[in-house]
T-cell receptor, first 110, second 114 residues
Framework: DAKTTQPPSMDCAEGRAANLPCNHSTISGNEYVYWYRQIHSQGPQYIIHGLKNNETNEMASLIITEDRKSSTLILPHATLRDTAVYYCIVRVDNTGKLIFGQGTTLQVKP | DAGITQSPRHKVTETGTPVTLRCHQTENHRYMYWYRQDPGHGLRLIHYSYGVKDTDKGEVSDGYSVSRSKTEDFLLTLESATSSQTSVYFC?????????????FGSGTRLTVV
């Protein structure tokens, strides 16, 4: 079973920040949080990951709460091309398998 | 991604026939994975490989087998295709286990079993 909970859908206005929440209350101390997105029928695309500290890259920022039970992916200036399904994933075990949940469908509107 | 190629991209086959999907990588990554994606179920892991000739089952492995005779190729075989195996199949590669590196996914194979 996926170890994360995400809202099924969200809307965001173009140019505004998109904040996508994820709950992972059963996360263990050595598990990373990953975010991927899938645009239309393409293969999922890696966005960002983190363990404890907040992370930022050219695509997004990841804010992880101090207790690590939840996180937020931030797309600072959403564009129409950011419309996609966003998956928050906690690694299940040390074999490297990623278990995907249902994700959040983000619709960026003009 | 240029480093991972799936073939064929589309296939229609009849129930009961064998089907093999190929995933080819040029990144020399150790780990390779096969997922299927269906409406309402998201991405589900079928099988994965952690090295040449080293494979293991995922959550939906029934009806599928895999082989990895060399680092660059990971084959997924449906021994006798059924309509329930109509799906989009994605291959992924990963550089290391215990990773802090992400997966890279292929573009997918759309399989229809009629």
């Amino acid at each position: 079973d996926a170890k994360t909970t995400q809202p099924p859908s969200m809307d965001c206005a173009e140019g505004r920040a998109a904040n996508l929440p994820c709950n992972h209350s059963t996360i263990s101390g050595n598990e990373y949080v990953y975010w991927y997105r899938q645009i239309h029928s393409q293969g999922p695309q890696y966005i960002i990951h983190g363990l404890k500290n907040n992370e930022t890259n050219e695509m997004a920022s990841l804010i992880i709460t101090e207790d690590r039970k939840s996180s937020t992916l931030i797309l600072p200036h959403a564009t129409l091309r950011d419309t996609a399904v966003y998956y928050c994933i906690v690694r299940v075990d040390n074999t490297g398998k990623l278990i995907f949940g249902q994700g959040t469908t983000l619709q960026v509107k003009p | 991604d240029a480093g991972i190629t799936q073939s064929p991209r589309h296939k229609v086959t009849e129930t009961g026939t064998p089907v093999t999907l190929r995933c080819h990588q040029t990144e020399n990554h150790r780990y390779m994975y096969w997922y299927r994606q269906d409406p309402g179920h998201g991405l589900r892991l079928i099988h994965y490989s952690y090295g040449v000739k080293d494979t293991d089952k995922g959550e939906v492995s029934d009806g599928y087998s895999v082989s990895r005779s060399k680092t660059e190729d990971f084959l997924l075989t449906l021994e006798s295709a059924t309509s329930s195996q109509t799906s989009v199949y994605f291959c992924a590669i990963s550089e290391q286990d215990r990773v802090i590196y992400g997966y890279t996914f292929g573009s997918g194979t759309r399989l229809t079993v009629v």
